[in-house]
Nanobody, 126 residues
Framework: QVQLVESGGGLVQAGGSLRLSCAAS????????TGWFRQAPGKEREFVSGLTWSGLRITYADSVKGRFTISRDNAKNMVYLEMNSLKPEDTAEYYC???????????????????WGQGTQVTVSS
């Protein structure tokens, strides 16, 4: 059974930083794309950043480039999202998602991801 569990969200002032973590279990050792998405109230879920477990592909949404950094620790089955220079518009529920085995395209489309965590709230005050 695949399980993704996010943590690290919270309330931070604009300009501050947070580090989100995603603990993955039940995934096979095959390479796959894993991503972070976010959803603000009344808005569609949007892609933030993603990578493959091999580390060969990493991509970011234009809105977070230069401010967010995604990384992974294969030994611990963890994926991280370091968020710096946070803005009020970054406020959202953040979700970790993983594609099925051997799907290594870091898609920006939520429907392409088979596994999802429960989300962690990030609130950035102005």
């Amino acid at each position: 059974q695949v399980q993704l569990v996010e943590s690290g969200g919270g309330l931070v002032q604009a300009g501050g930083s947070l580090r989100l973590s995603c603990a993955a279990s039940g995934l096979t050792s095959s390479d796959r794309a894993t991503g972070w998405f976010r959803q603000a109230p009344g808005k569609e879920r949007e892609f933030v950043s993603g990578l493959t477990w091999s580390g060969l592909r990493i991509t970011y949404a234009d809105s977070v480039k230069g401010r967010f950094t995604i990384s992974r620790d294969n030994a611990k089955n963890m994926v991280y999202l370091e968020m710096n220079s946070l803005k009020p518009e970054d406020t959202a529920e953040y979700y970790c998602a993983a594609r099925r085995s051997n799907l290594v395209i870091v898609s920006h489309t939520p429907a392409d991801y088979a596994y999802w965590g429960q989300g962690t709230q990030v609130t950035v005050s102005s």
